[in-house]
T-cell receptor, first 115, second 114 residues
Framework: AQSVAQPEDQVNVAEGNPLTVKCTYS??????LFWYVQYPNRGLQFLLK??????LVKGSYGFEAEFNKSQTSFHLKKPSALVSDSALYFCAVRSRYTGFQKLVFGTGTRLLVSP | EAGVTQSPTHLIKTRGQQATLRCSPI?????VYWYQQALGLGLQFLLW???????NRGNFPPRFSGRQFPNYSSELNVNALELEDSALYLC?????????????FGPGTRLLVL
């Protein structure tokens, strides 16, 4: 069965500092991995995905994520946080070896960037 | 290009009533997914429609149902509403392409059951 763990309910960082939001996954075979962001009272916005190739994936709004197969992790990073990055972040996984396109989401990590 | 749209934005019902939620996918997308985001429970997969057919459903009772129309828009129906059905219902669409598709989400419908 597929699963995603986001071990931190909340991450606090000061504006201008680097940020990391952690994600580990469990899936049969090789994964497709996604990050989404949710602002208050809004739907999910796609940030980036890992399909294959380079382990460092660049996405929207200056975010990037590093796929680490040995550690089964896909941490989200940004070199310099903005107050406007404050939101709820979801990691999601899907196995390549299924015809079913269901995404399995983590429980979400709230990012709070202080001025 | 217009994104995924959902209506209504908010819906208030009482226990036992029925709710109908609507979703219009991104133009060209044939797959529609429904998720429930209840407080404290994260995002739970509800239903997947593709090319007008229900392809899979999550672990929800049969009173959660839906359909997909020829124009690929979709409806989610929840019958015999219960208090715990109060949640944000998110619709996503994608175009299945070699399994690498990305699901794009709408803004959601917030359902409140009193």
């Amino acid at each position: 069965a597929q699963s995603v763990a986001q071990p931190e309910d909340q991450v606090n960082v000061a504006e201008g500092n680097p940020l990391t939001v952690k994600c580990t996954y469990s899936v049969s075979g090789n994964p497709y991995l996604f990050w989404y962001v949710q602002y208050p009272n809004r739907g999910l916005q796609f940030l980036l995905k890992y399909i294959t190739g380079d382990n460092l994936v660049k996405g929207s709004y200056g975010f990037e994520a590093e796929f680490n197969k040995s550690q089964t992790s896909f941490h989200l990073k940004k070199p310099s946080a903005l107050v406007s990055d404050s939101a709820l972040y979801f990691c999601a996984v899907r196995s390549r070896y299924t015809g079913f396109q269901k995404l399995v989401f983590g429980t979400g990590t709230r990012l709070l960037v202080s001025p | 290009e217009a994104g995924v749209t959902q209506s209504p934005t908010h819906l208030i019902k009482t226990r036992g009533q029925q709710a109908t939620l609507r979703c219009s996918p991104i133009s060209g997308h044939t797959s529609v997914y429904w998720y429930q985001q209840a407080l404290g429970l994260g995002l739970q997969f509800l239903l997947w429609y593709d090319e007008g057919e229900e392809r899979n459903r999550g672990n929800f009772p049969p009173r959660f149902s839906g359909r997909q129309f020829p124009n690929y828009s979709s409806e989610l129906n929840v019958n015999a509403l219960e208090l715990e059905d109060s949640a944000l219902y998110l619709c996503a669409s994608s175009l299945v392409l070699e399994g690498q598709e990305t699901q794009y989400f709408g803004p959601g419908t917030r359902l409140l059951v009193l």
